[in-house]
């Protein structure tokens, strides 16, 4: 069985950083691209961030420059590390993996509130 759990979200005001990270299990990490999504309230879920199973990565228009991503096969995790953030930010973030049901597996979410 799949299992995502991220964490690192948190209050943190503008310009500040944040590191998520997503420890996954039940999956043979290293061979999956993995994807960082995030839903504001009242808007719908949107790809922030995309890593492939060589590491290559791809980030939203609204990321580029300021969010960096990484993964840690040996400990099947990926990271999504978040700096000069902005109001805009706020959102609760999930990790997917494209595995465990047609649409993928998700993780629980980590709220991040980017506020003064």
């Known amino acids: 069985q799949v299992h995502l759990v991220e964490s690192g979200g948190g209050l943190v005001q503008p310009g500040g950083s944040l590191r998520l990270s997503c420890a996954a299990s039940?999956?043979?990490?290293?061979?999956?691209?993995m994807r960082w999504f995030r839903q504001a309230p009242g808007k719908q879920r949107e790809l922030v961030a995309t890593i492939s199973s060589g590491g290559s990565t791809t980030l939203a228009d609204s990321a580029k420059g300021r969010f960096t991503l990484s993964r840690d096969n040996s400990k099947s995790t990926v990271y999504l590390q978040m700096n000069s953030l902005k109001p805009e930010d706020t959102a609760v973030y999930y990790c997917?993996?494209?595995?465990?049901?047609?649409?993928?597996?998700w993780g629980q979410g980590t709220q991040v509130t980017v506020s003064s």
């Open positions: 997917h993996a494209p595995v465990g049901s047609p649409s993928g597996s």
């Open positions: 039940g999956i043979i990490f290293s061979i999956y691209t």
